[in-house]
């Protein structure tokens, strides 16, 4: 349906006819943007569509620079285009690569499992890449007692208290300020206020929050959640992107935030405006690039990504460096 879209999405949909684009959109981008975006999603279902790139001549990837990068990895055929260069993800400066060599020559043997928000350099170091949601599957699929992880130290601790495993973290101090926002006091009493709503909470809040939680999951699958399940209301622990998507996709359920305030800037730097400028211009500074060798080095981390999600324990998998 695009009846109802305004003039600036039709003529974004126009250009990318013409230039045989595919448009990919994370869920906390402006709910405009993820109209006219191919594909909405979280780290992992956008990486997963990157590699799917056939019949496409180029990637606009509406989100933060490092998912970009991902996409130029996953993609390397194709140019990839970030319509706001300068969205960076804060989260994603706690940690690079000496940091994570560091840690790695502290715990010789552990291997090193860095989180998809980090940059690509920092990824370089990464003996496998995981993503909030299956950052629990790939640690235990590891099958050591200790490994290193970075740079989310919430999710971290999720990993830790779901698997046994000892969790090192690469930077202590490594936390999303948007889903620090998040408190126990206002999820208890948005629950008060609302006694049938699940209450749906990314692992990038605090350990203390996640305990109010009903479900901790990742955005992909909060999106599933609120499809299936038989609630009425929600109530949602992420960025408010991914509440102005459920309810529009929803209105016939509630979907209230848990922090009205939740705000990832750097997310919101994409305007429409910006995503009509680079398929009109094809700018060469909104062009997303990763150097060969380091593209080829996070791609066999992705693979062990892959492979442990799917397949039993990989002992190969440890400490390649
Ligand atoms: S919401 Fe947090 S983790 Fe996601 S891009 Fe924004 S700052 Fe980074």
Redesign the pocket.
């Known amino acids: 349906m695009t009846s109802d879209l305004n003039d600036i999405q039709r003529e974004v949909l126009a250009l990318k006819r013409e230039r045989g684009a595919l448009v990919l959109a994370?869920n906390?981008q402006l709910l405009g943007v993820q109209r006219v975006a191919d594909f909405v999603g979280d780290s992992l279902q956008l990486a997963r569509k990157s590699a799917q790139v056939s019949g496409y001549n180029m990637i606009v990837f509406a989100?933060?620079r490092f998912m970009a990068e991902m996409a130029a990895v996953l993609a390397p055929e194709v140019p990839v285009y970030i319509p706001a260069p300068d969205a960076l993800?804060?989260?994603?400066a706690f940690v690079d690569g000496e940091k994570a060599r560091k840690c790695r020559a502290q715990h010789p043997g552990a291997p090193v499992v860095l989180y998809v928000?980090t940059t690509a350099e920092a990824k370089t170091e990464a003996d496998v890449i995981c993503t909030s949601s299956n950052a629990v599957e790939v640690v235990e699929s590891l099958g050591t007692d200790t490994v290193i992880f970075g740079p989310?130290a919430n999710l971290a601790e999720y990993v830790r208290r779901q698997t046994g495993v000892e969790v090192v973290d690469v930077e202590p101090r490594g936390h999303?300020?948007?889903?620090r926002q998040f408190d126990v006091a206002q999820v208890e009493l948005l629950r008060e206020e609302h006694p049938g709503a699940l209450v749906l909470v990314h692992p990038?809040c605090s350990p203390e929050v996640q305990d109010v939680a009903d479900i901790v999951c990742s955005t992909g699958k909060m999106v599933k959640v609120v499809a299936e399940s038989r609630a009425r209301e929600f109530i949602v622990a992420t960025?408010v992107g991914l509440v102005e998507r459920l309810q529009a996709a929803h209105p016939d359920k509630t979907i209230i935030p848990a922090h009205p305030g939740a705000v990832?800037r750097?997310?919101k730097k994409t305007t429409l405006e910006k995503v009509v400028h680079v398929l009109r211009e094809l700018p060469e500074e909104n062009l997303v690039t990763v150097p060969p060798e380091r593209a080829e080095r996070i791609r066999r981390a992705l693979e062990r990504m892959e492979l442990t999600v799917h397949r039993p324990p990989v002992a190969s998998v440890v400490a390649h460096h």
């Not at 993800?89 to 994603?92: G, K």
């Not at 999303?176 to 889903?179: G, I």
């Open positions: 994370h906390y989100g933060v993800c804060p989260l994603a928000n989310d999303c300020y948007v889903h990038e960025e990832c750097q997310m």
